[in-house]
C-alpha cells in the first residue's frame, strides 16, 4: 500500500535555529511530492512541488529537496511566523484517493 | 485569481441531521476533491469529480456523497449525522491530472452534538 510517513511529529525551535523536516514515502511510481502548510483552524497552503529525485525548490526561508526515498523541507533561520504544520503528499491511483498526506510535522518557532 | 471558497465556514448539528456543504473551485479548475481532516486520522480523502462525474471515492460510508456541478462548483452531503462526523472538511481544486498541484479552501468546521 502507498504510504507517507513525516518526522518528527512536532518540533520546537528558538528563532533563527535551522532545522528540516522529514517526509519518507513508498509509492509505484512518484508522480510528483507536494508541500503544503497549514495554520490552525485553516485549509493547507501549497508552497512545493517536487517531480524527479535530485530536485531542489526555495521559498524565502524555506528549502525542500527530494530523493527517490525521501524529501526534507529545510527551514534556514526561521521566524515565529513559520509556525504551522507542514503537510507533505503524494499523488496515486485508486481507492486511497488521488492524494495522500502524511500527518504533518508541528512546528513551533519561539522568540 | 480568486481562490477556492467554501460554504459555510462553521455549522452545528445535532445528531441525525443532515448537513451539506459546498465548495466553489479556481476558475478554470475542472477537478473538486473533497477531505475530511480530524486530529486524530489528518486528511482522509472523500472523493473527487471531475467534469461532473465522480472519478474516484475513499473508504467512507454511503451516507457521505456529492455532486459537481456544469460550472465546477460541487456540494457534499452527510446525512444521518455521527458524533464522529465532527471534523474540518477541505475542498481542494486542480486543473485534474494526478501531477497537478491541488490548492484548498479555508474548510467548514461541523461540530455534531
Known amino acids: 500500500e502507498d504510504q507517507v510517513t513525516q518526522s518528527p511529529e512536532a518540533l520546537r525551535l528558538q528563532e533563527g535555529e535551522s532545522s528540516s523536516l522529514n517526509c519518507s514515502y513508498t509509492?509505484?511510481?512518484?508522480?510528483?511530492l507536494f508541500w503544503y502548510r497549514q495554520d490552525p483552524g485553516k485549509g493547507p497552503e501549497f508552497l512545493f512541488t517536487?517531480?524527479?529525485a535530485g530536485e531542489e525548490k526555495e521559498k524565502e526561508r524555506l528549502k525542500a529537496t527530494l530523493t527517490k526515498k525521501e524529501s526534507f523541507l529545510h527551514i534556514t533561520a526561521p521566524k515565529p511566523e513559520d509556525s504551522a504544520t507542514y503537510l507533505c503528499a503524494v499523488p496515486v491511483r485508486g481507492s486511497q484517493g488521488n492524494l495522500i498526506f502524511g500527518k504533518g510535522t508541528k512546528l513551533s518557532v519561539k522568540p | 485569481k480568486a481562490g477556492v471558497t467554501q460554504t459555510p465556514r462553521y455549522l452545528i448539528k445535532t445528531r441525525g441531521q443532515q448537513v451539506t456543504l459546498s465548495c466553489s473551485p479556481i476558475?478554470?479548475?475542472?477537478?473538486v476533491s473533497w477531505y475530511q481532516q480530524t486530529p486524530g486520522q489528518g486528511l482522509q480523502f472523500l472523493f473527487e469529480?471531475?467534469?461532473?462525474?465522480?472519478?474516484n471515492k475513499g473508504n467512507f460510508p454511503g451516507r457521505f456523497s456529492g455532486r459537481q456541478f456544469s460550472n465546477s462548483r460541487s456540494e457534499m452531503n452527510v446525512s444521518t449525522l455521527e458524533l464522529g462526523d465532527s471534523a474540518l472538511y477541505l475542498c481542494a481544486s486542480s486543473f485534474g491530472f494526478i501531477d497537478n498541484e491541488q490548492f484548498f479552501g479555508p474548510g467548514t468546521r461541523l461540530t455534531v452534538l
Open positions: 517536487l517531480y524527479s
Open positions: 476558475s478554470g479548475h475542472r477537478s
Open positions: 509509492v509505484s511510481g512518484l508522480r510528483g
Open positions: 469529480y471531475f467534469s461532473e462525474t465522480q472519478r
